[in-house]
């Protein structure tokens, strides 16, 4: 019962999650492994996540703090170099002009404001859910996405013209 | 803003997504669950030899409470891969396994680590060099300064105080269980990882956690682990400190045993 609603769920969920941390950053191998990894975790505490009020900012939650730890082990291991290195997503073979382009934005931003503009605008998370999902102050959040924005707004990268939210 | 939203929705829109693995998800899940049953189970026989020892070495109280290793192992009690449960009581947080526990000089932590139960240090400002990450687990039994103006919380049940993220510092309090968490960091990303790290904290279910016995008298620490339903087998060594203190643990302080499980207590002779 209990791992027939895990199946249900993760059928459900599983690609938006895959594609929300390719936005995040990841190249599309490592975004099934993090969310694999997740859900992995989701699943050992499945009776908590369904007593969870909100099922998905739990997941979310698990999401983000699995990105960071994997990001977090990938710095330790790699020397830095003195450039660096095109996003993952630059790579894919049908990426356009304008894809480039907010790929490099994207990269442009801090850790932080890149995970906020994400769960804003792709899993469509409110300024409410995403405090609670980073554990962060409302008032944290709404400045990180006004900080990103501000950020994508001023990002050569970006055409301008094409970016009425700035305005 | 609806343009941002679609310029995010078209870029992924056409990447291609392999079909969810969920047998691999259920099958790890399996194996650590089955992992915590074969622990479970080596408890449960060590009990029974080490009652003896236990009611030996702790015989001015002649009703110890039963052991109750056959209880099954809670799976969800089990920390994320890669990480290791450590607290206080039942209230544990999750730290990477490869965290120390008490890497400090003086009390400022060296490299990442926990700290509990640290007994007696020096005082010195020694400053914390950079990158390092530290969780600190108390007990209190009081309301540490400034709380009543953290946001309040529900922790797998538990009512709990949050204070927030100040000079790269936050704790967690559980008022119901005297548990103090505070979580440190000098990394660049100090106020994140500390929030994440408070994230890690959870209320185990079906374990306790092996008590700190700094400053303690051998038998007061043995009337702690009999209430806690664990059993004690005492090794005596001769050092060049006071007769009848606790040296030393084994599993050390703040790891996760089950009730039943025999603790090895070192004190001096």
């Known amino acids: 019962m209990r791992d027939d609603e895990f199946g249900e769920y993760v059928a459900a969920r599983w690609s938006r999650l895959v594609r929300a941390a390719v936005l995040l950053g990841c190249t599309p191998h490592e975004a099934e492994d993090v969310v694999q990894t997740a859900l992995t975790r989701c699943l050992v505490k499945w009776s908590k996540v369904q007593r969870a009020d909100d099922r998905d900012a739990y ?62 605008y792709y899993l469509d998370l409110t300024e409410v859910q995403m405090a609670s999902v980073l554990g962060v102050a409302p008032g944290t959040v709404k400045s990180r996405l006004s900080r990103a924005l501000t950020a994508l707004g001023a990002d050569s990268n970006l055409n301008p013209q094409e970016i009425p939210w700035t305005t | 803003m609806d343009d941002l939203n679609t310029l995010l929705e078209e870029r992924v829109a056409d990447l291609p997504v392999g079909a969810p693995p969920i047998d691999a998800m259920r099958a790890a899940v399996r194996r650590r669950r089955s992992r915590m049953t074969v622990l ?59 965290w120390g526990t008490n890497d400090t000089e003086c009390g400022t932590p060296m490299s990442d680590t926990v700290v509990i139960d640290q ?69 660049a990303d100090a106020d994140a990882t500390v929030e994440r790290l408070l994230d890690g904290i959870t209320i185990l279910q079906g374990h ?34 006071g007769k009848g203190f606790v040296l030393a643990t084994d599993p050390a302080v703040g790891s996760v045993v089950s009730p039943g499980d025999t603790i090895t207590v070192t004190v001096s002779g």
């Open chain 1, 59 to 120: 997941v979310h939650r698990i999401l983000v703090n699995t990105f960071i730890d994997q990001r977090r082990r990938m710095w330790r291991r790699e020397v830095p170099t003195e450039q660096l290195p095109d996003t993952a997503l630059a790579d894919v073979a049908t990426a356009t002009v304008d894809a480039v382009g907010l790929d490099r934005a994207l990269a442009a931003l801090g850790r932080d404001q890149r995970i906020a503009v994400v769960l804003r």
């Open chain 2, 119 to 187: 007994g007696v240090i020096c005082m010195a400002l020694i400053p914390r060099p950079a990158s390092v990450e530290s969780v600190e687990i108390a007990a209190s039994r009081i309301m540490p300064p400034g709380a009543e103006t953290w946001s309040t919380f529900e922790l797998d049940g538990q009512p709990a105080l949050r204070s927030p993220v100040k000079q790269s510092r936050a704790s967690v309090f559980i008022p119901g269980l005297r548990a103090l968490f505070t979580a440190e960091s000098s990394s």
């Open chain 2, 208 to 241: 306790t956690t092996v008590p700190g016995y700094a400053l303690l008298e051998r038998d007061a620490y043995l009337a702690q682990l009999q209430e806690l339903g664990l059993a004690a087998e005492v090794v005596v060594e001769d050092r060049k400190v």
């Open chain 2, 40 to 98: 479970g189970a080596a408890a449960a026989v060590v009990v029974v030899t080490a009652g003896v020892v236990a009611l030996d070495a702790f015989d001015s109280t002649p009703d110890p409470k039963p052991p109750v290793a056959s209880d099954p192992p809670v799976a969800t009690d089990a920390p994320p891969a890669g990480y290791r449960y450590v607290g206080i009581g039942n209230a544990v947080i999750a730290v990477p396994e490869d």
